[in-house]
């Protein structure tokens, strides 16, 4: 009975020792085949980047508190990726749009403090205050560029750079947001306008339609007070009532300078200039802007003063080679009198004549006293003189 007993546990002892080795074979061979999966798996990957794809909708990275850090989501119009700081604040996006891709910048408040945009013009960059309230923004447009700033309390532009194909333009505006100060260059030229209240003009310098030089000062209302530019000829000046029209101007022409000072209908009043002899002429004009008086020099180098009636000239003051010359004419354009120098001597002279002109009556000093009257035709002649020395 012993010796059977010994007998099965000597069995039972070699049986344990073989499963313990079948045991240890198989531990062996299980690790020897995984160190070769591994093996195998990380040479795939060196051989091929890409070795899986991930797809989903919604990929989320948590942090140490398992609140949401980063997001990566698939949008209406592409993907979005959002970014959370540790306040749970949303503070950055980075997303695509119906006109390309849009980035997005808040504070840990929660307002925009940046963006940078697609549109249908080109790229918009925007930066904003604390608040939220827009500061300014730089932006591609079809026809150039736009940068625009303001200032606190308002998203309205303070200053704003515009560039286009054919120009380009600032403007600044005061605290009232009214336009102040515009500046710019086109092809003709370069300007710098100040405007007043209700956006009108109080000053310009800048150039004109000829592309010369212009300046332009105006009242509160508008209306150009005074104007200074190169014309044709050089330099002019215009000074002008509240109504814009009368006023004065000063300048050049073909001949030389002139002054004119207008009315309040804009017509001339009087005027100083230079003639084609380049002696001087004062004018003096009527309401309507006619002729009314002059006075100038000459042809002969002589000054003469010239009064007029409408049309027609109607008394002329002379100087003559002998001497001064009075004219008087009759509404024909006609001497009715004549007096002066005579053309023969140093003695004084008169005549008076007819409607047609014609002389009819003479009397003249030298070289004897004398008086003449002659016929309607001026042929015949009948002459009164002084009775001789005794």
């Given amino acids: 009975m012993h010796e059977a007993t010994n007998a099965r546990l000597d069995r039972l002892e070699l049986e344990v020792r073989t499963l313990r080795r079948s045991h240890a074979r198989w ?10 999966a591994v093996l195998g798996t990380l040479v795939g990957f060196a051989a091929d980047e890409v070795a899986e794809v991930l797809r ?15 997001l ?3 949008g209406d119009h592409g993907g979005q990726l959002d970014i ?7 503070v950055a996006r980075l997303a695509a749009s119906e006109s390309g891709g849009d980035m997005s910048l808040w504070n840990t408040a929660g307002k925009p403090v940046a963006g940078l945009f697609a549109n249908s013009g080109g790229g918009r960059v925007e930066v904003s205050r604390g608040d939220g309230e827009l500061a300014g923004y730089l932006e ?5 560029s736009d940068l625009a700033m303001s200032r606190a309390g308002s998203e309205n532009a303070a200053s704003r750079f515009r560039v286009t194909k054919d120009r380009s333009e600032a403007l600044l505006a005061h605290a009232e947001e009214h336009a102040v100060l515009l500046f710019g260059a086109t092809r003709k030229g370069a300007a710098v306008t100040v405007l007043g209240d209700g956006d009108k003009e109080i000053a ?26 190169a014309g044709d000829h050089g330099g002019e000046l215009f000074a002008r009532n509240n109504t814009g029209q009368g006023g004065a101007v000063l300048g050049n022409s073909e001949k030389g300078g002139f002054m004119e000072a207008r009315n309040g209908d804009g017509k001339g009043a009087a005027s100083l200039s230079v003639q084609d002899n380049n002696g001087g002429r004062v004018a003096a004009y009527t309401a309507t802007g006619q002729i009314a ?4 020099q000459g042809k002969e180098e002589s000054g003469t003063v010239q009064v007029y009636a409408g049309p027609n000239r109607v008394a002329a003051l002379g100087g003559s080679a002998t001497g001064g010359l009075l004219n008087l004419f009759n509404l024909k354009g006609k001497a009715a009198f004549v007096a002066g120098s005579a053309a023969d001597g140093t003695g004084g002279l ?3 004549r007819n409607g047609d002109g014609t002389q009819v009556v003479r009397g003249s000093a030298e070289p004897e006293p004398e008086i003449a009257v002659y016929s309607e035709d001026g042929k015949q002649k009948r002459v009164i003189s002084a009775p001789a020395k005794p």
Wanted: glycine share 16%; proline share 1%; with cysteine.
């Fill in 27 to 36: 531990r062996r061979a299980t690790l020897v085949a995984c160190g070769v």
């Fill in 56 to 70: 989903a909708r919604r990929i989320e990275l948590v942090g140490a508190d398992g609140k949401v850090a980063a």
């Fill in 72 to 74: 990566l989501t698939a």
């Fill in 84 to 90: 959370w700081a540790t306040g749970g604040a949303n």
């Fill in 140 to 144: 591609a447009t079809p026809e150039g």
């Fill in 204 to 229: 310009y310098l800048g150039g004109d339609q000829s592309k010369a030089g212009l300046m332009r000062l105006s009242n509160a209302g508008g209306a150009s007070m005074v104007e200074a530019g």
């Fill in 293 to 296: 008086a002059f006075m100038d």
């Fill in 350 to 352: 008169f005549s008076i």
